[in-house]
Structures are given as structure tokens and as C-alpha cells.
């Protein structure tokens, strides 16, 4: 699998901001070279920047599943990034994909997840992640 994602950074759903997570969605040449479906700590990068990100890859189940994207929370960055051309490098998968039976209970996931990203962003080892590429 490689571990970088490329894409134009598109609008999606929307759902996002909303929830407290804005997302760059990214549009991605071949939807079945993206890795398995899940959340993943990475990098984001875009016009000369980087910086620390949760990558979604998936359905949005619940949300009643959809189309396969990609969409990346940039830790720390909210800034308007529609139409440049982002690149993602995929580093661990933090949980797989699931479907939530409410909003709010997928936004205490998300919450989590941010918290263990912000964790291994700091180089703290997080023992029982499900998978690491590294």
C-alpha cells in the first residue's frame, strides 16, 4: 500500500464543520488505491505547509454510506483550502471504520481520535493501535 494519498482539495458534505471538525475532502484520481477504511494519523501538506492530521477513508456509514472519500482534519489549521492540490502521508491507523448509531456518538469517537493524534504527534508511543505502516 502506499502510503501517500494525493488530491484537489474539493467541497464535500459539509458535515464536518458543524460537528467541530472541519474537513479538506480530497478528490482522488483512484478511490481503490486508497488504503482500507478507517481514521488514520498524518501529515497533511499543502502550498509549502504541513502539519499533523486525522484522515478519514471511507463511506461515512453514518451518515447512511455513501460514495468512498478521503477527507483529512487538520490539527490546528482552518483555513480556506479549496482548489490546491494537498498531499497526505498515511503513518498509523488509529481505529477502522464504523458506524455510529448517533452524531454525537460519533463525535466523542472523533474527540478521541483527536486526542490520540495529538499523542503521537508528541512522539508518545500509544500501545493497541490496530495497525502501523512504520
Known sequence: MDRRITGRVVRGAG?????????????????????????????????GWSAVALVSIGTNPTFGAGTRTAEAYVLDRDEDMYGGTAEVEIITLIRWQ?????????VDAMRTDERLARRLAGGETVPGLPWSPR
Open 15 to 47: 458535515r464536518g464543520r458543524p460537528m467541530g471538525f472541519p474537513t479538506a475532502n480530497l478528490a482522488v484520481e483512484s478511490p481503490a488505491d486508497l488504503p482500507p477504511d478507517g481514521v488514520y494519523f498524518g501529515r497533511f501538506a499543502l502550498n
Open 98 to 106: 464504523e458506524r455510529f448509531a448517533s452524531v454525537e456518538a460519533l
